[in-house]
C-alpha cells in the first residue's frame, strides 16, 4: 500500500490490508508490546495504513463475538422484558465499536492542541492493530469461560486478563509515542472511560445488559 491522499480523505478498497500484511501489523503491534520501537516499522504509517488500521474493528469481530457469546452464555436473573437475541449482539457489538472508536475521535480533536499531531497516526495504528492482536489473544479464555461457567475460576482469569491487556496497552501506547509513559497512561485511562462511556450509553438506550 502506498501513501496517495491525506488523512482527512476516506479509504479507498485498495488500502485493504492483505493476510500477510495484517500477520506484519500483527508481530509490530507485538514487538511495540515488549518494548522494542522498531515494531514500528512494521506498521503502514501512511495516509492510507492510517485508514486501512480501521479494519482491524473487523478484523476483531470474530474474537469479539465469541466474547458476546460467552457473556450470553452465563446464568443471571431475567430480566422483566427479554430483549430478543439481535437486539442483544446489535447491542454487544455497537458498545464494542464505540469502545473502540471514540477514543480515537477523541484524541484526534485534542492533538493539535496539545501538541500531537505528528504522533496521532501512529499512536492510531499501533493502538487499532495492537488492540485486535489482544482480542485475538484473548479466544482461550473466553473458550475457558464457555465451558467452565461463572465462578471464582473466571473470576481470578478475568482479574488477570483485563490487568494484562491494560499493561500490554500501555506498553504498546508508550512505545509508539517514543517511550512517553504519562502521556500513555491517560491515553489509556482515556480509553477505559470511554468504554465505560459506550457501555452505559448503549445499555440505558437499548435496555440490554452488557457488563
Request: glycine fraction near 8%; proline fraction near 8%; hydrophobic fraction near 55%.
Amino acid at each position: 500500500m502506498t501513501p496517495s491522499s491525506p488523512v482527512g480523505s476516506p479509504p479507498t478498497p485498495d488500502t485493504t490490508p492483505t493476510l500477510d500484511e495484517i500477520l506484519r501489523y500483527f508481530t509490530g503491534a507485538a514487538e511495540l508490546m515488549l518494548g522494542r520501537p522498531e515494531g514500528l516499522r512494521r506498521l503502514d504509517l501512511s495516509a492510507d495504513g492510517f485508514w486501512s488500521s480501521f479494519f482491524a474493528i473487523l478484523v476483531a469481530v470474530p474474537p469479539m463475538a465469541l466474547s458476546w457469546v460467552q457473556f450470553e452464555s452465563l446464568p443471571r436473573t431475567a430480566p422483566l422484558i427479554v430483549p430478543s437475541p439481535a437486539l442483544v449482539y446489535t447491542a454487544h457489538a455497537l458498545a464494542d465499536f464505540l469502545a473502540w472508536v471514540l477514543p480515537v475521535v477523541v484524541l484526534m480533536l485534542v492533538a493539535r492542541p496539545i501538541g500531537y499531531s505528528r504522533k496521532i497516526v501512529p499512536l492510531v495504528v499501533a493502538t487499532n492493530w495492537g488492540g485486535a492482536l489482544i482480542t485475538w489473544a484473548l479466544v482461550p479464555y473466553w473458550l475457558i469461560g464457555l465451558v467452565a461457567g461463572d465462578g471464582e475460576l473466571m473470576a481470578g482469569l478475568g482479574l488477570v486478563v483485563a490487568l494484562g491487556s491494560i499493561v500490554l496497552t500501555a506498553r504498546l501506547t508508550s512505545t509508539a509515542l517514543g517511550r512517553d509513559g504519562f502521556a500513555a497512561l491517560a491515553i489509556v485511562l482515556l480509553m477505559l472511560v470511554m468504554s465505560l462511556f459506550a457501555y452505559g450509553l448503549v445499555m440505558e438506550l437499548t435496555g440490554v445488559r452488557l457488563a
